[in-house]
């Protein structure tokens, strides 16, 4: 809870003599001025400036203090928080009136800007200089600090601060959605082909196969969707439904675009230019969206103001994002065209650039991007890196994992938002309520920066940022203005990014199974945080299992990070779990730190809270168990090992293997039950509820799901062995079954069987 203001002024308007208190010896002298609000006189006042020498000269032009208007009134958060939060250290004088008693209408002035927790604004070209009024111990007159910020930005970082609310960066392609034209999906089926032409290993040529299979399918989609403005789905006929596009300006024509959504799909085909067909594009849209979305418009509670930055033609990029937000909760039709930002291909994104507007301060802002570096490097501490979205090289690894990858960009999102608040209201508003005019610039708090409490987090996915497809999967880029304009050109490369030797090999980097899905590493691969870096090992991880714990047990786990003040600065992490510290980290860097806390944190949820937490799968075997509606066990999906895979099916022996071959035998029984099911079904494993009579020895039950089927069951004391008993019994039962409700998801038996 923030201190108790001081009172304005020691005593205003009592006492006698001929002005204020001298400055203290050493201090730069005052300079007097005239102050004006508008072009009413309020009385003349001595300023002094913060620092002795040239750098220390007065900001206000003919030396005159011309007040042009009051700054929007801030319901908890004083001037000087907010200022201190979007100009840190901008403090450009100290100034206070000259006579006592002062002149009335600078004595009103001062009473409303400090009782309102407004500021008296100076506008010199294109900044502000904000004169805040501030509380003193000694003086008997009106005192502020005069502090620059850039012109517009205050007004807008006042709404924010005072609603809890930070800006969220997207980026388009290969982040949220992946996108063909017919031209694209020609040139991704044409390297793969050729590829396979020179390929000697069959499970390269498996999976690229596969992959290509991929392609066709949905190319035809899209073929019959320019032709016909239907697709047919299963054997189901879909037409186009018209969907208005909301003119971005007054004089704009009405739009109406033929689009298909196809949800069982995850996908969208819309055409750019409603009347030319050729700028028709199938759109596969990323796992977990809606639950991205759904965060951050939960309650009608703004969490996050929602910007775009992409390298994509513009036309293409608004109606990307017209799909991804149809109802324009995120962002207004009215804010579309200043917050959806183009960067040129070859040129870096810059924060600068999308709150060009001056609608946010760059410290207030973190980006989800599959790509660092085409960030500036100062906006590169608040980038939260995804693996490249690739539906067609791994289409089943997006949800392979228990938490999918824009979940843990929540779960980043709502840890970084709860961890920028707890250091402005615990340090600096406190801090800042404690300030008066005798203090100095250094007295200053610390700012919270977004960058202090992005935590890097581990998805365990596939294709990471070093890692990608071998085929570029979507037009970014220059491309998608040359496709959608009808120009030629060359499939093997995006976004100013050559397909390079090292990623046409990387069919070898991961093992794939009979339909060339590709199959997880998980021993002795490299773990790639988000900013590019190896680790021998992957504590990231540790902060995502801790907020899935959490959110299992209906709790919340909170980061706090303090700064020590010595000449050595060292970063102290606290990690908080349901407002309890259960784990504390210090180090040279704050990711040293954070690193330290979380493994703390998630040895001391084993012993107290939970029995055991398995930290590198990351699941929570006691205590808290997820909700049977809530989809796959957290961290509970098929782990494989780096073999070839077996076609033969394992039968009871297997229980008498080693785990590494459970794993292996595991890995060939889902191979052949996805080989018995549609393309698009998910088969799920689930904890079930266990007995709890079995108190002495720990038995791990588990069942297979086919769309909330269940296919068989399985009990042992090892949580491979039990997988593997449920998998080998899903397939018998697959293999038999007669249940049409079973069947309809299952591909259709070919005569050659």
Request: negative net charge; charged residues 25%.
């Amino acid at each position: 809870m923030a201190a108790p203001r001081p009172p304005p002024l020691a005593a205003l308007g009592g006492g006698g003599g001929g002005g204020g208190a001298a400055p203290a010896v050493g201090a730069p002298a005052g300079v007097s001025m005239r102050m004006f609000h508008g072009d009413v006189f309020l009385g003349e006042a001595e300023v002094f400036p913060m620092k002795q020498g040239p750098e220390g000269g007065l900001p206000f032009p003919s030396n005159e203090i011309r007040i042009s208007h009051l700054s929007p009134a801030s319901e908890r958060c004083p001037p000087l928080a907010i200022l201190q939060t979007i100009a840190p250290f901008s403090v450009r004088c100290k100034l206070q009136a000259k006579a006592i008693p002062p002149h009335p209408s600078l004595q009103c002035l001062y009473l409303t800007c400090f009782n309102e927790y407004k500021s008296a604004v100076v506008v010199v070209g294109d900044e502000e200089l904000h004169l805040v009024a501030m509380p003193t111990r000694a003086e008997k007159v009106p005192c502020f600090w005069c502090c620059s910020a850039r012109a517009g930005l205050y007004a807008a970082s006042v709404g924010m601060l005072n609603l809890r609310c930070l800006a969220i960066v997207f980026d388009l392609d290969e982040t949220l959605i992946v996108a063909n034209t017919m031209k694209s999906f020609e040139d991704r089926i044409e390297v793969l082909s050729r590829r396979m032409d020179v390929e000697d290993d069959p499970v390269r040529v498996a999976g690229m196969s596969a992959e290509i299979k991929r392609y066709i399918e949905d190319k035809e989609l899209l073929k019959e969707f320019i032709d016909m403005d239907t697709v047919t789905d299963n054997g189901r006929i879909v037409g186009t439904q018209k969907e208005e596009v909301q003119p971005l300006s007054a004089g704009q024509e009405r739009v109406l675009r033929p689009v298909i959504r196809l949800p069982e799909r995850n996908a969208i085909l819309t055409r750019i230019n409603p009347e030319i067909r050729d700028t028709s594009v199938f759109v596969k849209l990323r796992p977990a969206w809606e639950d991205l979305r759904s965060y951050l418009t939960a309650k009608g509670r703004k969490r996050f103001e929602v910007y775009v930055c992409t390298m994509a033609e513009r036309d293409y990029a608004l109606e990307m994002w017209r799909l991804l937000d149809p109802e324009g909760n995120l962002i207004s039709s009215q804010q579309i065209s200043e917050r959806v930002v183009c960067v040129k291909s070859g040129f870096k994104k810059s924060l600068l650039n999308v709150f060009r507007d001056r609608g946010c301060h760059p410290k207030m802002a973190m980006v989800i991007d599959d790509r660092l570096q085409v960030w500036d490097d100062k906006d590169q501490p608040r980038v939260h890196v995804v693996p490249a979205y690739s539906p067609y090289y791994a289409p089943q690894a997006e949800m392979a994992n228990a938490v999918p990858v824009l979940c843990v960009a929540r779960n980043v999102a709502c840890n970084v938002r709860g961890g920028f608040f707890r250091e402005f209201d615990e340090n600096l508003l406190r801090k800042v309520f404690e300030l008066v005019y005798e203090n100095e610039l250094l007295d200053l708090p610390y700012a919270p920066d977004v960058g202090d409490y992005l935590v890097c987090e581990d998805t365990n996915f596939i294709p990471s940022n070093k890692d990608v497809a071998p085929v570029p999967e979507g037009m970014g880029g220059a491309e998608v203005e040359k496709r959608l304009n009808g120009l030629s050109y060359l499939g093997d490369q995006r976004e100013g990014r050559q397909v390079s030797s090292s990623t046409r090999s990387s069919y070898t980097s991961y093992p794939f199974d009979d339909e060339g899905m590709a199959i997880r590493r998980t021993g002795g691969g490299r773990n790639i945080q988000p900013n590019g870096g190896s680790l021998a090992i992957t504590p990231s991880v540790f902060v995502t299992v801790l907020q899935e714990i959490a959110r299992l047990c209906d709790s919340k786990v909170e980061f706090r990070t303090t700064v020590s003040n010595g000449k050595s600065m060292q970063f102290s992490v606290e990690v908080l779990f349901s407002n309890e510290k259960i784990g504390i980290g210090i180090g040279k860097t704050r990711d040293e730190a954070q690193v330290q806390a979380a493994e703390k944190a998630l040895q001391n949820l084993e012993s107290s809270y939970l029995a055991f937490v398995a930290p590198t799968a990351g699941v929570p075997n006691k205590g808290a168990r997820k909700s049977p509606a809530s989809g796959n066990g957290f961290l509970e999906d098929v782990t494989c090992s780096e073999v070839d895979i077996s076609m033969q099916e394992p039968s009871g022996s297997t229980l008498k293997q080693d785990h590494s071959n459970n794993l292996d035998k595991l890995s060939s029984v889902m191979s052949l039950i996805r080989e018995h099911c549609l393309e698009d079904q998910n088969v799920v494993f689930r904890d079930q509820v266990r007995n709890s009579c079995s108190a002495r020895i720990e038995e791990y039950h588990f069942q297979v799901e086919l769309a909330g089927q269940i296919l068989g069951r399985g009990v042992g004391l090892d949580r491979d062995v039990a997988k593997l008993l449920a998998a080998e019994e899903a397939l018998r039962t697959l293999k038999s079954t007669t249940d049409p409700q079973i069947k309809k998801y299952l591909r259709p038996v070919r005569c050659n069987d």
